[in-house]
């Protein structure tokens, strides 16, 4: 079956950078575009950034945009986000997410299926 | 940049339907997802596109869509459809998506 399963939270200090990954099994990897969205304590969903399915596209909310970068790997079947000059804002549950298959971004029916159980990254001092 | 709004908090009674909604400008051109988070757990789509369920959501979910807002009912609530709901488009400008605020449903 499909799993999305994340790694690499912490606490960090603000100012500190953080890498982490989402390593993924029970699908063809390379054919699908991922997601990063996060959710603060006790808040709502937030969309982090999206990478297509090969890397050419990449698209950041603005309040990570110059901080923040996706990639992957798709011989490892693994998508990262490596996080700098990170802010007691940044602090949240970060969920890794994988667009439904057949989609395409810039149809209008464009959206995630899976996600994975996410991983908490504290910033704090 | 555009938004998503929804209801904070909406409740049901056991067994009735209710109507969950989500305004923004990019669904005017845009379809909404839905999904469902209880506590502790990651988000579940439950609805997709025009009105599509993935396998293993009960028919009681539905969805719509009208001008600038998109609408998830769900017909004769379960004690187990107690959750969050999040609904989620990409927005005008094409290159972001974007979440509502979320709604948190009680069903009495």
């Known amino acids: 079956q499909v799993q999305l399963v994340e790694s690499g939270g912490g606490v960090v200090q603000p100012g500190m950078s953080l890498r982490l990954s989402c390593a993924t099994s029970g699908f063809s990897f390379s054919n699908y575009g991922m997601h990063w969205v996060r959710q603060a304590p006790g808040k709502g969903l937030d969309w982090v950034a999206v990478?297509?399915?090969?890397?050419?596209?990449?698209y950041y909310a603005d309040s990570v945009k110059g901080r923040f970068i996706i990639s992957r790997d798709n011989s490892k079947n693994t998508l990262y986000l490596q996080m700098s000059s990170l802010r007691a804002e940044d602090t949240a549950v970060y969920y890794c997410?994988?667009?439904?298959?057949?989609?395409?971004?810039?149809?209008?029916?464009?959206?995630?299926?899976?996600w994975g159980q996410g991983t908490t990254v504290t910033v704090s001092s | 940049s555009s938004e998503l709004t929804q209801d904070p908090a909406v409740s049901v009674a056991l067994g009735q339907t209710v109507r969950i909604t989500c305004q923004g400008d990019s669904l005017r051109s845009n379809y909404a997802s839905w999904f469902q988070q209880k506590p502790g757990q990651a988000p579940v789509l439950v609805i997709y596109g025009k009105n599509n369920r993935p396998s293993g959501i009960p028919d009681r979910f539905s969805g719509s869509s009208s001008g600038n807002t998109a609408s998830l009912t769900i017909t004769g609530a379960q004690a187990e459809d107690e959750a969050d709901y999040y609904c989620n488009s990409r927005d005008s400008s094409g290159d972001h998506l974007l979440f509502g605020g979320g709604t948190k449903l009680t069903v009495l």
């Open positions: 990478i297509w399915y090969d890397g050419t596209n990449k």
């Open positions: 997410a994988r667009e439904r298959p057949g989609v395409r971004w810039e149809l209008p029916d464009y959206g995630m299926d899976v």
